[in-house]
């Protein structure tokens, strides 16, 4: 791209207005936005040029005179703004003026350094939230900087409207199924890796250290690894468990409000009496949000196991409509019920008012399970290492909300409220991360003949019933809707299904489960002209028909699309299932019911 300045004659006219139009757009969105004042508006379009390279290119007459107003842009007209590719455009100017590299990172690092330049500062930030935490409340808080996350662009809103979305049913229950396609698909091995690597002398230790807040980032080719920009970056302090706390909001987030509670310790994950302690004391702060934590051994636990940290977000997860198999009550804590849940996690959900109860039953099923086993199962607690050591298997998923007044009414679920006090619910997923030798990966982790689908760790979102598939499923299915349409209109036998599917590398890992599909699908379209229904994923097909403008084909290929998405979903319950300790059959109940008996309750319902 050409660098226009005035001074610069290889510089086209057009180029130079164009820039400059940018410049002066993003200063008005900053200010409609609140990020800066309507007084701030020449010091913001300097610091932009200086950013970018640019040393002598005045803005225009006609947005000097209108900003000499010192009024305020209406937001409204800022709805579609695209700040992500609006500071994507900047930044290439910046990168052919050497701010950074010439690269995707190199340009992302420039774009959040000019966005950095137009926001408030930190203290700034937390000033006002903190004041409307106490005059108006959580929701005003978290409504002013989720607002300023979104449009200092630190929320990617933009890549996260490229995610696929849908819904489906699985053995009577929703799923909330996305195919993310912003964050690349991680190992387990590196996964499990990272979290038993040792400090190093990186700054900061991990994206998700504090240290992270105004850090201009680090690429690739630094001394020290590679590392995102961060001077957008705003944290709010907390004070959780006497001990201090960051609460920010996730840059991609996989659902509304998506936020990350992160220890001021750059310290391991770890889940304790302390842990749902702090989670019980978030939700007192933030009655809107839900919050929970992943488990704290590799396998069972989510992509950073290095730094002790929860999530949360202003979401009903499909795991809290789950069906009740049973109900009891607690003899030590008779204020608190405990709900076996119908889900392929095995969960536990634990009712009451009583938050002290709460937590004291808690810990105790967490002693419980941590100290049990079922080998039968292929249930281990605890195994000896080479030098001795006690390798402990058996942790939780924890997960809690709090319900207020009539909500636990209308939000519950089936754990009805008998009061209209505050009611907290706490869902404990059990989990364990023995390895087999048939089962090198974990026992209880996204089995070999599923890893066409998922192979990464279940974390805690996808506990809840929220799938996080891998990017390079929208090619694949693309493909295979092409191949199953094929393959109907030609009427091509299974083998020769097979054999193309097999050889083509961008689907050959999906052969076995599509020539598996391809019977059901033959079934299903033999009705469809019956099922005329659109399948569309957030606003975007998964295949491209362009049938020369044939109805009955345009059909075809939706009802294909249709049929994939609900087929991925029922693989990814059975990989949720592999992650499910009790199995939901009757053995995995009979077992799961041997396991509740040992916490000393009293069965309810049948």
């Not at 994206?207 to 080719?221: D, T, W, Y």
Request: some cysteine; hydrophobic content about 35%.
């Amino acid at each position: 791209m050409p660098v226009a300045t005035p001074s610069d004659p290889l510089a086209g006219a057009s180029d130079a207005l164009a820039i400059q139009a940018s410049i002066e757009r993003l200063c008005d969105f900053c200010i409609a936005n609140e990020l800066i004042q309507p007084s701030d508006y020449i010091w913001a379009y300097n610091r932009v040029c200086a950013s970018i390279g640019l040393d002598s290119f005045p803005p225009s007459e006609a947005w000097m005179s209108s900003r000499q107003q010192l009024k305020c842009p209406d937001r409204s007209s800022f709805k579609d703004y695209p700040i992500e590719a609006e500071l994507m455009k900047l930044a290439a100017v910046g990168a052919a003026h050497h701010k950074d590299d010439d690269t995707a990172s190199g340009k992302d690092r420039i774009a959040m350094h000019i966005i950095g330049e137009l926001m408030p500062r930190p203290s700034e930030v937390q000033e006002r939230f903190f004041a409307l935490l106490r005059v108006q409340g959580s929701r005003a808080a978290c409504d002013y900087l989720y607002q300023l996350s979104c449009a200092s662009c630190y929320v990617r809103k933009e890549a996260i409207e490229r995610n696929l979305e849908w819904i489906s049913e699985c053995a009577g229950q929703e799923l909330e199924m996305t195919i993310n396609l912003s964050k690349p698909e991680k190992d387990p091995k590196e996964i499990a890796l990272a979290g038993k690597a040792k400090k190093t002398d990186c700054y900061p230790a991990c994206q998700l250290c504090i240290q992270n807040e105004g850090f201009a980032g680090r690429s690739p080719s630094a001394k020290q690894s590679a590392h995102p920009a961060r001077t957008n970056l705003r944290i709010m302090p907390l004070t959780l468990g006497g001990e201090s706390w960051g609460f920010q909001y996730s840059p991609y987030a996989y659902f509304s409000e998506h936020g990350i509670v992160m220890s001021c310790s750059h310290r391991p994950m770890h889940i304790d009496r302390q842990a749902f302690s702090n989670l019980l004391e978030f939700v007192d702060m933030f009655p809107d949000y839900m919050i929970g934590s992943n488990a704290d051994l590799p396998i069972v636990g989510g992509s950073i196991l290095s730094h002790d940290h929860y999530q949360c977000g202003k979401h009903v997860f499909p795991i809290m409509h789950a069906k009740l198999r049973a109900r009891y009550t607690m003899g030590a804590y008779p204020q608190v019920a405990l709900d076996e849940l119908i889900w392929p996690v095995s969960c536990i959900r634990l009712v009451s008012t009583d938050r002290s109860q709460l937590l004291d039953a808690a810990t105790s099923i967490l002693a419980s399970w941590r100290s049990y086993s079922d080998e039968s199962l292929g249930i281990v607690a605890h195994t000896t290492d080479e030098q001795g050591n006690v390798v402990p298997h058996n942790t939780i998923t924890p997960i809690v909300r709090k319900l207020v007044d009539s909500a636990a009414d209308t939000n519950a679920g089936n754990s009805a409220s008998t009061n209209n006090a505050a009611t907290y619910e706490m869902y404990l997923a059990l989990r364990c991360n023995i390895c087999s030798d048939k089962h090198p990966l974990g026992v209880f982790h996204p089995h070999e003949q599923y890893h066409h689908i998922k192979k990464e760790n279940i974390g805690i979102i996808e506990v809840m019933g929220l799938a996080i598939l891998p990017a390079r499923l929208k090619r694949e299915l693309l493909a295979l809707t092409l191949l199953f349409k094929t393959a109907y209109t030609t009427q091509m036998t299974d083998d020769e299904f097979f054999q193309r599917c097999f050889r083509d590398p961008e689907i050959s890992k999906h052969a076995t489960w599509a020539k598996s599909l391809k019977p059901m699908l033959g079934q299903q379209l033999q009705h469809q002209s019956e099922d005329k229904a659109s399948c569309t994923v957030a606003g975007e097909k998964i295949a491209d028909d362009k049938p020369g403008d044939e109805k009955s084909d345009a059909q075809l290929g939706q009802h294909i699309q249709k049929f994939l998405l609900n087929e991925t979903a029922q693989v990814f319950w059975h990989v949720m299932e592999c992650a499910g300790v009790f199995k939901l059959n009757d053995e995995g109940f009979e077992h799961f019911d041997d396991f509740i008996k040992t916490l000393g309750v009293t069965r309810l319902t049948k």
